[in-house]
């Protein structure tokens, strides 16, 4: 059976370092946070077997949130180097009990992305924040941490993930991104079989996005994204071939603040993914999915377009 160990730190006062009495495990050692950012630190995943291939999640304690609500300027993630593939910290819309377990559907779905990174010491950042915009974190929000791990070792390993952020008091100096997703439930594909997925949002609001990307979960073949302006043809802009990782790790397009990717109100996105059911069971929403995201700016709320439906 996996253990934790305990957490090691909860996010200091912004603008405050880590504490000095962090501990990691041995042989991981991420750079500490620098002037102004704060560092947090996950539990430690012991005994990942040989072969095993793990997507897990894990629920921080509710005193590891920050206490009032910061604007997220910058972040960027480190993973111990065996074994690690990519490591995510988000914020749960809603609250889950602490601890660590292979992520579900449900998490996939009360997860909102924060700041995360390809696999390694080295750290990086695959969805950077750019200047002049900021994830704003409500105070007391649950975070979360979703780690991938793949041990191609022939002995259990251990693994661990820190993040450093940089937070910031909310100022009108930057604005806010915020998560836009247009997603079909209209989904069934048969066991044993192939079926295909369409669903369409008409936007109503102009969105500039800086970051887009697709989603299925593990049965998914090819996801497809398409932009319609009023007459013109549709502009396929983003096309993947699917592979299961990407259930939690999709290729995403990365734009700028200053050229975004804009669409108008009026205008058309729509979402086409095929699948691939090799069991016996029968697959429908929400076990397998199909939609669009996107991060845009400015924003005041997430928006989620289902089956075409813009919420109130």
Not at 52 to 73: G, H, I, N, Q
Not at 186 to 194: E, F, L, N
Not at 251 to 259: F, Y
Request: proline share 7%; glycine share 10%; net charge negative.
């Amino acid at each position: 059976m996996r253990k934790l160990a305990a957490l090691l730190m909860a996010p200091a006062l912004v603008g405050c370092a880590a504490d000095d009495g962090v501990v990691f495990m041995e042989g991981f050692e991420p750079p500490p946070p620098g002037d102004g950012e704060i560092q947090i630190v996950s539990p430690v995943l012991e005994d990942m077997a040989p072969g095993a291939d793990l997507t897990l999640c894990t629920y921080l304690p509710l005193d590891l949130s920050f206490e009032d609500t910061v604007d997220v300027v910058w972040g960027r993630g480190y993973q111990s180097m065996v074994g690690g593939h990519h490591a995510i910290l988000y914020t749960a819309e809603r609250e889950r009990p602490v601890g660590t377990h292979e992520c579900t559907d449900d998490d996939m779905v009360n997860a909102r992305f924060l700041v995360g990174a390809g696999g390694g010491e080295a750290g990086g950042a695959f969805a950077e924040i750019p200047d002049g915009l900021a994830y704003q974190l409500d105070g007391g929000r649950q975070l979360m941490v979703q780690s991938h791990w793949i041990n191609t070792t022939t002995a259990p390993i251990d693994g661990q993930v820190a993040f450093n952020l940089r937070a910031q008091p909310p100022s009108d100096d930057v604005q806010h991104a915020q998560l836009f997703t247009w997603v079909t439930t209209d989904i069934s594909v048969p066991a044993g079989g192939t079926a295909v997925a369409h669903g369409e949002c008409v936007v109503q609001q102009d969105l500039n996005f800086y970051l887009v990307g697709g989603h299925a979960h593990e049965h998914g073949t090819r996801v497809t994204l398409t932009h319609t302006a009023g007459a013109a043809e549709p502009n396929v802009f983003y096309d993947e071939e699917w592979v299961a990782y990407y259930a939690f790790d999709p290729p995403r397009l990365a734009m700028t603040v200053t050229a975004p990717m804009t669409v108008r109100a009026g205008e058309t996105l729509a979402v086409d993914c095929a699948f691939s059911n090799p069991g016996s069971d029968d697959l429908g929403f929400p076990t397998e999915m199909c939609n669009g995201f996107g991060f845009y700016f400015p924003a005041e709320r997430q928006i989620d377009c289902v089956d075409g439906v813009w919420p109130e």
